[in-house]
């Protein structure tokens, strides 16, 4: 469910934020950062939530997929700023 939300999230931040060009190449060389900034964000933590399901399902004994729930606190905490 929450990578579900990780994709709608940085769908629609990504969107807003490509439909908000101004036509001022400073103004718009920012929007352009921080759109791909949005992507890469989304795009990193997406594939570690999708590894942690993977792990669960695969091996629901064993506690592989705990080193990448683990590491999706930080992660956050690292993309935020």
Known sequence: MTTICE???TT???WSL???RTGVP???NILHKLHNYTITRGVLLTIVQILSLVFYVAQPTKLTWIAFHMC???LYFITMG
Do not use: I, M, P
Request: glycine share 0%; net charge positive.
């Open 7 to 9: 994709v709608v999230a």
């Open 12 to 14: 629609a931040l990504a």
């Open 18 to 20: 490509h439909s908000s």
């Open 26 to 28: 400073r103004t718009d």
């Open 72 to 74: 999706l606190s930080k």
